[in-house]
């Protein structure tokens, strides 16, 4: 089993910062690809952002590319999501995942991630 406990959200203004951190706990958290998800009220389920288990591998969705960056630590295991530049768009839920299938390139597919954390709300203001 794994566990994910998201941090970091809050409320922000628009052009502001903030950095979400995921802890996980359980399986070797270097074995997996671990990625960053959003849910605003209404609305499926966004993919955002995704690592493989080396960090030599990043994807991005486009709406946040050259905003939002995605790092791990193995030794912490953490992952954690920077996000700048934020946009009352980016306002939702968000949830990191992890995906142990061991692939080199990390997923946007929801369905592909096999354990999620329990989500923190980001509020951006205008």
């Known amino acids: 089993q794994v566990q994910l406990i998201e941090s970091g959200g809050g409320l922000v203004q628009a052009g502001g910062s903030l950095r979400l951190s995921c802890a996980a706990s359980g399986r070797t958290f270097s074995s997996y690809a671990m990625g960053w998800f959003r849910q605003a009220p209404g609305k499926e389920r966004e993919f955002i952002a995704a690592?493989?288990?080396?960090?030599?591998?990043?994807r991005y969705v486009d709406s946040v590319k050259g905003r939002f960056t995605i790092s791990r630590d193995n030794a912490k295991n953490t992952v954690d999501l920077l996000m700048n530049s934020l946009k009352p768009e980016d306002t939702a839920v968000y949830y990191c995942?992890?995906?142990?299938?061991?692939?080199?390139?990390?997923?946007?597919?929801?369905?592909?991630?096999?354990?999620w954390g329990q989500g923190t709300q980001v509020t951006v203001s205008s």
């Open positions: 995942a992890a995906d142990y299938s061991g692939r080199f390139y990390p997923s946007a597919r929801a369905s592909e991630y096999d354990y």
């Open positions: 690592i493989n288990w080396n960090s030599r591998s990043t």
